[in-house]
């Protein structure tokens, strides 16, 4: 799939997000390598701590479905933001335990263009493993 179409499945998915607090919807859309993709939005809670953000909704979907670490070949994550949205470092470390440091992530802004970066690129030295 081309990163193009990826990046409009974000783009689509994050008018779903329950935003009431932060009006600030976010979309994520996780290619797997038998071409399907799941997708998550970001959901919040009154009680600030619990909201949960879309690239997470999207990963613990795929792994509630079947999907195993490894299974994610990219993903796109896309708000209505004037500059490139990047994930959060929680998201980060999240796509550190399940994903290839080499994975792309694309990141979109208003304009539709895309910026695509590795999962190194925006976390380096990650915390991986307990043997250390
Ligand atoms: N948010 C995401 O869903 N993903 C990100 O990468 C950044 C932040 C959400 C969390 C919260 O619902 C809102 O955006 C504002 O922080």
New binding site residues.
């Given amino acids: 799939m081309e990163k193009e179409k990826l990046v409009e499945m974000a783009r689509d998915i994050n008018k779903r997000?329950y935003?009431p607090?932060?009006h600030?919807p976010?979309g994520?859309a996780i290619l797997h390598p038998d071409g399907k993709v799941t997708k998550g939005?970001?959901?919040?809670n009154v009680s600030f701590g619990a909201?949960?953000?879309?690239?997470r909704t999207a990963f613990f979907t795929a792994i509630t479905n079947g999907y195993k670490k490894g299974d994610f070949k990219a993903i796109a994550?896309a708000?209505d933001t004037e500059d490139f949205?990047?994930?959060?470092s929680i998201?980060r470390q999240v796509m550190a335990e399940l994903c290839s440091p080499e994975m792309p992530v694309y990141l979109t802004n208003e304009n539709h263009e895309i910026k695509e970066l590795t999962l190194r690129e925006l976390l380096p030295y990650a915390f991986t493993d307990l043997d250390m």
């Fill in positions: 997000a935003v607090y932060s600030f976010v994520a939005v970001n959901v919040e909201t949960n953000c879309a690239e994550i708000g949205l990047p994930p959060c998201c």
